[in-house]
């Protein structure tokens, strides 16, 4: 049985049809996807085929942003080309969101950083370790990677930190990593380094004004947990 593209459908079911009609808000997740793939496989459309993929996790996207080339090759019709494309799309959107928060954000609350970093940090398999730089006002100034890690550790060297604070005149900082496990509760090892950096910024006054830990959809703020 050969496969259908989408330019073989009947019309009402041509998801690019109905996006030039009615918009790409009156389209599913799975109509908007499918436009990318093109087509489906054998048994399915491009639509169902991505509706099948969306099941599988929980039709969430945030769960499919997650997924690798070989995760999508589980399901027939899904080979590298259409995997990528779909990844890149999903990217485009984390990056979309990162612009719209806009230059000299301020921060005024954990919420804040937790919003900054969530599209940074969520979908990533290791461990990052971040330090965003403000200034007097709490304008964002910059925000710098430390390193990378493993997947349940990281280090990051305190002296790295505070240059990158004193190159970009920072006269506040926080820091920032994620858990991939989900676990927001901080180690005893976060709980060292936190209070080593708290006291090295103090002696050069910086003031470092919290430590989030970020999974996907949780996190802990060491200043609002009363650990700073």
Not at 51 to 61: F, H, M, P, V
Not at 136 to 161: C, E, L, M, P, Y
Not at 185 to 214: C, G
Request: glycine letters at 6%; charged letters at 25%; a neutral charge.
């Amino acid at each position: 049985m050969e496969k259908l593209n989408i330019n073989q459908w009947a019309a009402e079911d041509r998801p690019r049809e109905k996006m030039m009609q009615k918009g790409a808000e009156s389209l599913t997740d799975a109509e908007l996807l499918g436009i990318l793939i093109g087509s489906g496989n054998t048994e399915e459309s491009a639509v169902s085929l991505m509706q099948r993929i969306l099941s599988a996790c929980d039709n969430n996207l945030n769960q499919l942003a997650k997924w690798e080339v070989r995760d999508f090759a589980r399901f027939k019709g899904m080979g590298p080309a259409k995997s990528i494309t779909v990844m890149a799309a999903l990217e485009l959107g984390k990056r979309r969101n990162l612009q719209a928060q806009g230059e000299r954000l301020s921060i005024k609350a954990s919420t804040d950083i937790y919003d900054l970093f969530h599209p940074l940090l969520c979908d990533l398999p290791t461990e990052e370790f971040w330090v965003l730089l403000l200034n007097q006002a709490g304008k964002v100034i910059d925000k710098v990677r430390i390193s990378r890690g493993g997947i349940d550790q990281t280090t990051a060297d305190v002296r790295t930190i505070l240059r990158e604070a004193l190159i970009k005149r920072a006269t506040q900082i926080a820091l920032i990593h994620n858990h991939p496990s989900g676990n927001v509760r901080p180690s005893n090892d976060d709980l060292r380094l936190t209070q080593v950096v708290q006291r090295a910024a103090q002696t050069m006054n910086i003031r470092l004004i919290d430590h989030l830990i970020v999974t996907d959809g949780h996190y802990y703020s060491f200043n609002d947990e009363g650990n700073l």
